[in-house]
């Protein structure tokens, strides 16, 4: 079996930070994880950050200089979301994506409230 698992939410004040990590296990032949995406209530999900197909990084606007999305030098299977001066409007419901194995698979999602 596979699983894929967020971690790392919590509530933060305005300006403050959190790193969300997501981590892939089980019977894994072929992985890549897509990257971090997010959902607030009554709201689409979006993407908030990811990896493109060469390799490189692609964020959405609102949170371009503040998020970085990176791999585990050591873990391949593990990504994390680093997200510095967090704002209100970032309080959503964070997921990860990936394919694994020829198939997508969504993490259960972990929450991230940005308040005073």
């Known amino acids: 079996q596979v699983q894929l698992v967020e971690s790392g939410g919590g509530l933060v004040q305005p300006g403050g930070s959190l790193r969300l990590s997501c981590a892939a296990s089980?019977?894994?032949?072929?992985?890549?994880?897509k990257g971090w995406y997010r959902q607030a209530p009554g709201k689409e999900r979006e993407l908030v950050a990811g990896?493109?197909?060469?390799?490189?990084?692609?964020y959405l606007d609102s949170v371009k200089g503040r998020f970085t999305i990176s791999r585990d030098n050591d873990a391949k299977n593990t990504v994390y979301l680093q997200m510095n001066s967090l704002k209100p409007e970032d309080t959503a419901v964070y997921y990860c994506?990936?394919?694994?194995?020829?198939?997508?698979?969504w993490g259960q999602g972990t929450q991230v409230t940005v308040s005073s």
């Open positions: 990896f493109t197909s060469g390799g490189s990084t692609n």
């Open positions: 089980g019977s894994i032949w072929n992985i890549n994880i």
């Open positions: 994506k990936a394919l694994i194995n020829s198939r997508h698979y």
